[in-house]
């Protein structure tokens, strides 16, 4: 029938939460305002999800639900860099996911399957419960705080990069700071520079020390 209203799911309702994040930050994240996003009244939502805490823990398990997973018969290595890559593309995209897992206490399906997969990757691959623990840990540092730095940075085009350095390059006296004028000139203003072509050469200097753990017998812990 024309004009009918589209029935309410926790599904839409979290996609809504989603719109309102990504255009308005976490904390613009409320029953309220994902009514508005919808076009329904806030308490039309309690029907479907609890309240405002069990809507950030949905949003939590909907990060989750976009990252790729370790498969079963995939080597600890590439799965882990697989994993890494999607995770680091799926938290970019939607930044205030990176503070609202951290903050959270009551984990969903698909945190849970995401960590006990991993791990199954992990420990498929040899490494023991601790080294695993350790592994999943510096991995997750290493793209959460990537993820933090690169949405922060105050350039995205090849053209904004050349304003920034060359505008710390003015404000630094001659001959002051010659390895970061090094850095700045041969470096960061070269026409191919990227600095998120740099999120894979950290990932890969992990995994490449991740491997000698693990072929070396492991950690003493």
């Given at each position: 029938m024309a004009g009918a209203r589209i029935p309410l799911t926790p599904e839409r309702?979290?996609?809504?939460?989603?719109?309102?994040?990504?255009?308005?930050?976490i904390g613009a994240v409320s029953m309220?305002?994902?009514?508005?996003?919808l076009g329904v009244e806030a308490m039309s939502l309690y029907h479907h999800i609890a309240n405002k805490e069990a809507l950030l823990?949905?949003?939590?398990?909907?990060?989750?639900?976009?990252?790729?997973?370790?498969?079963t018969d995939e080597a600890w290595r590439p799965a882990l860099r697989?994993?890494?890559?999607?995770?680091r593309t799926r938290l970019a995209a939607h930044p205030w996911g990176v503070g609202l897992i951290e903050s959270?206490?009551?984990?969903?399906?698909?945190?849970?399957?995401?960590?006990?997969?991993?791990l199954g990757a992990l420990r498929r691959g040899g490494f023991s419960v601790a080294d695993a623990a350790h592994a999943f840990s510096v991995v997750d540092a290493y793209v959460y705080g990537f993820v933090?730095?690169?949405?922060?940075?105050?350039?995205?085009?090849?053209?904004?990069?050349?304003?920034?350095?060359?505008?710390?390059?003015?404000?630094?006296?001659?001959?002051?700071?010659?390895?970061?004028?090094e850095l700045i000139t041969e470096h960061a203003l070269r026409p191919d520079y990227d600095y998120r072509a740099e999120f894979t050469f950290g990932l890969d200097l992990?995994?490449?020390?991740?491997?000698?753990?693990v072929e070396g017998g492991g950690s003493a812990v």
């Open positions: 309702i979290v996609g809504a939460a989603v719109a309102v994040a990504d255009r308005s930050g309220r305002n994902v009514g508005k996003e823990d949905a949003l939590v398990d909907w990060v989750f639900d976009g990252i790729d997973l370790p498969e697989r994993r890494s890559l999607s995770a959270r206490r009551t984990p969903g399906a698909a945190l849970l399957r995401h960590l006990d997969t991993v933090i730095t690169e949405v922060n940075l105050p350039f995205e085009t090849p053209g904004e990069v050349e304003d920034v350095a060359s505008g710390i390059a003015e404000a630094m006296p001659d001959g002051a700071y010659p390895h970061l004028a992990i995994l490449d020390g991740l491997a000698r753990l």
